[in-house]
């Protein structure tokens, strides 16, 4: 008897999970800014995937109530940049003008290990966790949204069992951290976003399969490992004719050991590699955007640049990128 009794209590329970709305509400582990109540079921389902996965340990520095304090419309929000040091963001804002629209691409800082994980499944880290981190469709209090003063707000860091030597020795209880340094979005483009979200990731990705970005290593009873190093930095805008551009992220990858092997410098090469990604994999979702909103637009082009030099590289990548001069 006793034993139908705690069957019956089981099923109410089972019964009352199922309905209850609060099931909807939860907060898949984030900070309560993250955890909104009014998510869209395809937001939590997202959020679900990346709990399930257990890839993310999200960590935010930022604080809430100045976070939510900064919140503002898009029209009446100024921005920390200015145009003044870099002569390639100064052309005319010609907006109609199809040669004008371009996106501008930015690389630079010192190699860093990522050990195996390569090609798609580091695209997917770096996306997934900007996605996660920067979701455009939850609206102004999300901390990508709405804080071009670019603090160390957000980061991922993405434990993929990092594979490197150590003396020699297989090792892999190493991690990177995927950090935003920078980034808004114009709401009134919300393809934008997801847009740079996957050049970003489209830039460490081609790199990944780049040869000279890559290199063997054989450890003892173990075949030859591929292991790749990449740049911590990148940055990525649209359209950089504009004051005000409508999007932009700057990202950093760090490895939270040493990296002693390969080479990450910003060449032609690079630049050419982040080139073709946006042409066969951006330059439509752009176009689309802004066509949705009813904006004409032309032919779009891209401009990368280098940044060399250890002195002027947290401003490159920071909230006032655009006073940095870079090399083209």
Known sequence: MKCIFNIFLASLAAIAL??????????????????????????????????????????????????????????????????????????????????????????????????????????????????????FDVGSKNPCYNTPAGDTFVLCKVPHHIVYSDKGKYAYNAYIEIMVRAAWYNPSYPGLAEALWSQIAGIYKTLSESDSNCYNTDFANSRSTTMCVVPQFALAAFPHHKKQPDGVVSISLTFNGNTDKGDASCNDQMKQKAVDFFNSNVRNDIAAAYQHHGDKIGDIGVDVACVTGDKSLEDCFGPKWSDCTARY
Do not use: M
């Open 18 to 135: 199922a309905i209850s709305p609060a099931s909807k509400s939860h907060n898949y582990g984030l900070s309560p800014l993250e955890a909104r109540s009014n998510a869209t079921e395809e937001q939590a389902d997202f959020r679900s995937l990346v709990d399930n996965i257990t890839i993310f340990d999200v960590s935010h520095r930022y604080n809430e109530s100045e976070n939510r304090a900064r919140s503002a419309a898009w029209e009446n929000f100024t921005l920390p940049w200015k145009h003044d040091g870099d002569t390639a963001l100064q052309t005319a804002e010609t907006a109609d003008d199809p040669k004008t629209w371009k996106a501008y691409i930015r690389i630079g800082g010192t190699r860093q290990h990522i050990g195996t994980l390569r090609k798609q499944r580091l695209w997917d880290s770096i996306h997934d966790c900007l996605k996660l981190l920067c979701d």
